[in-house]
């Protein structure tokens, strides 16, 4: 069984950097596509980040364009998320979903437990 673990969420200031990691254990043999989600509360979880073929293609959520990056070290088996120039708004739940193949060769989709980001003066 492939399970998520993110890590690295926190407190940080308006306008500051923080990176969120998400690592893969149990048989995985690759990861093929990845994404970043949100949930603020009272609201649905938005994507915030995606990436497929590996990490070869990714696309962000307008918001975030330009200061987020998606990112997958297939050696590690872990996907980043770096966030930059952080808003007050990108306070929230962040969730990474990941989907692969195992080293048995069967599909997996995985989520991890979430992060709390928390954006703050």
């Known amino acids: 069984q492939v399970q998520l673990v993110e890590s690295g969420g926190g407190l940080v200031r308006p306008g500051g950097s923080l990176s969120l990691s998400c690592a893969a254990s149990?048989?995985?043999?690759?990861?093929?596509?990845a994404g970043w989600y949100r949930q603020a509360p009272g609201k649905e979880r938005e994507l915030v980040a995606s990436?497929?073929?590996?990490?070869?293609?990714?696309n962000y959520a307008d918001s975030v364009k330009g200061r987020f990056t998606i990112s997958t070290d297939h050696s590690k088996k872990t996907v980043y998320l770096q966030m930059t120039k952080i808003e007050p708004e990108a306070t929230a739940v962040y969730y990474c979903?990941?989907?692969?193949?195992?080293?048995?060769?069967?599909?997996?989709?995985?989520w991890g437990q979430g992060t709390q980001v928390t954006v703050s003066s």
């Open positions: 979903d990941a989907r692969g193949m195992t080293r048995t060769l069967t599909g997996f989709d995985s």
């Open positions: 149990g048989p995985v043999f690759s990861i093929n596509d």
């Open positions: 990436s497929t073929r590996g990490g070869a293609s990714t």
